[in-house]
């Protein structure tokens, strides 16, 4: 008996000790990148040494698990001192409008994030007056990749517009490539719609849809359903079997010769399939979207409630650093929120991102969480299996709208 | 006296927690599915939701509503799975057992092998399948070690359907289904010599039929057709649950096989039986209880199945969609709560509708002994 009581007394004193100083991290990041954050956390304790940080990561492709075990945790009053999400409407639409996070704007003007982020992003992010997260990278989803030594083998260039891209597939199919583009499971279909509907639409096209000016079902809109499927032509019959990288895979095995992924793509190509940027393969901006970022982007947040406020601002502070920038970005092949980061600690991609990140009109990707809440992302998949069972874009715009109506986009 | 009072006590514990975690939760379930948490997203993950009730809207929509056009398709997709994936594994773990219960030698060998796929959880199944069926390889080369050309069927990356209908006419063939298993009662208490029940049978089925034949086919549950199938990418699905279940039943049947005693079987034979006189006669009645038993079991596994889809086809493919898979869609990942629950309540009494019948003949048996 004595002895229980005494295990017991010491596991409350310790667990008393160690009270001020932890640190939970909520995140979605392992595997691959697992190292950028791990990096991250390493500089975080160099600043903070009395800090113990746990590491709460929970697997699963672009924070698919990551969320539903989030929001157990939300809705039973355990929320971690700071969690991984999507900068934009996936935390407004999901935790801000629930009235769950802390509004940022103060830590924004304290550390001169304000001139440092770009206004594109800044929008992004900001809801009813305040700001809402800090985010840590910057990924592209409008990009496509080719390998240039083949397409001079089959004498094509990277088309600019989607007029331009069915001829080539027509002109590659004569050659004997069966399907000129290469796709994988339902999101990377939607990732394939995003880039084609920005193109379609335009940028201003694009934010009105989300801020439910344009509706779903205008001809406008509607037309983009008509180029994609036009589009889906020139796609592998099999791709719901296939994930990212193997669609990536058939490009630079030569089976494909487009496809259009984030820049994750880069990564997976320079780090995993040892090739090298811009000389064994190659990017264009996807058709009809020159001179357009559609930008997606990690964030952390501060929910109320933390349990170690303090802690998890100090984490913030770091994530928004030129220092935590640049030591997080070169590692997961993102590239950094900032403006003012060092282009010489990143690839000829990143490089190149870069550039177009500070130049650029900046638009949020719609699958990765940046323009409209989970709730209508979520149904976006049945929008697709409806459209890709019954080939009718009108059918595919109804059900959009319908969604869009229930879920109240852009109030 | 005292015997009661302890049994009681010992029993109070194990009690509560059910009372608690199963039917309590099973009852804010239903709470929850008849309010609208999850309309108002500034209400889904508050930390105090109000919730507010709208009766049984959630359950209209499913079955109605313009948007859940996916959830019908799990349904009817659910439906198809739980039919095929019970006849396969019935029907080949009866060969299975025959064939073993006849093998001269390595019975035990034999047995092992067919009931080991059991062992394994559906994930792995799951991901082992996804391999073997991708439209390029695995099975589909198999012909060529033969020499013969190799097949084309995509197997899971099909969107074909077959077996098309229109969900409009839904109420007509639900009807028509039901009229039936009542002609079939009302055969059966006609041989029994039970005249009431015959009657009563006999009658409500008429009346169904009727109804059918005359209000059912005008009644149109959407202003638009929409039609459902089979689709065909379950096929590879319910191989993978047919490969895996397949021992379970050759193992029940089996232990039914060893039941039947040898006089009924020698008796059969001296009366001059044919063999298949044998088994239409003797054997397949003698199972029957058996196969109730495992039928129970396949269908509740079949109506609950979403970790072996999750591993072969992952959760946003509609083709393969089922109903627990729709359901964590939309409350996990589109926060809409109410709706889920609405379905979990949904899939609760599907599994009642197979096991309560079972249950309670069960429990007649027990007070008649």
Sequence with gaps: MRKWLLAIGVVLGLSALAQGGKLEIFSWWAGDEGPALEALIRLYKQKYPGVEVINGTVTGGAGVNARAVLKTRMLGGDPPDTFQVHAGMELIGTWVVANRMEDLTPLFRQEGWLQVFPKGLIDLISYKGGIWSVPVNIHRSNVMWYIPARLRAWGVTPPRTWAEFLATCEALKRKGVQAPLALGENWTQQHLWESVALATLGPDGWNNLWRGKLKFTDPKAVAVWDTFGKVLSCANPDASGLSWQQAVDRVVQGQAAFNIMGDWAAGYMATTLKLKPGTDFAWAPSPGTQGVFMMLSDSFGLPKGAKNRQNALNWLRLVGSKEGQDTFNPLKGSIAARLDSDPSKYNAYG???????????????????????ESFMSQFGTVMEIFLQTKNPQAAANAAQAIADQVGLGR | MRDRITAFLVLLPSLLAIGIFVYGFIGQNLWVSLTDWGKDPAQALALRPELRFVGLENYRELFTGFVDVRFRQSVVNLIFFTLFFMAGSLGLGLLLALAVDRAPKGEGFFRTVFLFPMALSFVVTGTIWRWMLQPQGGVNVLPTLFGLPPLSFPWLATREQVLVFDWNHLPFYTALAVAL?????????????????????????????????????????????????????????ILAAIWQMAGYTMALYLAGLRGIPVEVLEAARVDGASEWQLFRRVIFPMLAPITLSAMIVLGHIALKIFDLIFAMAGLDYAPTD??????????????????????????????????????????RKEVRR
Excluded: C
């Excluded at chain 2, 009644?219 to 590879?236: C, D, I, Q, R």
């Excluded at chain 2, 709706?339 to 249950?359: E, H, N, Q």
């Design chain 2, 181 to 237: 298993v009542l002609l079939y009662v009302a055969h059966a208490a006609y041989r029994e010599g039970e005249r009431r029940r015959f009657l009563w049978a006999l009658f409500s089925a008429g009346v169904l039929l009727l109804w059918a034949f005359t209000l059912g086919r005008g009644l149109k549950l959407l202003p638009y057709p929409e039609t459902h199938g089979f689709s065909l990418a379950l096929v590879g699905v």
């Design chain 1, 351 to 373: 490089q190149s991102a870069m550039k177009d990140w500070r130049s650029n009109r900046i638009v949020g990707s719609l699958v990765h969480g940046a323009v409209a809440p």
């Design chain 2, 322 to 363: 089922v109903p627990a898979i729709y359901m964590y869609l939309l409350a996990f990942r589109g926060n809409q709560f109410a709706k889920g629950a609405a379905i979990g309540i949904l899939l609760l009494l599907l599994v009642a509708v197979v096991v309560i019948p079972y249950l309670a003949s069960q429990l």
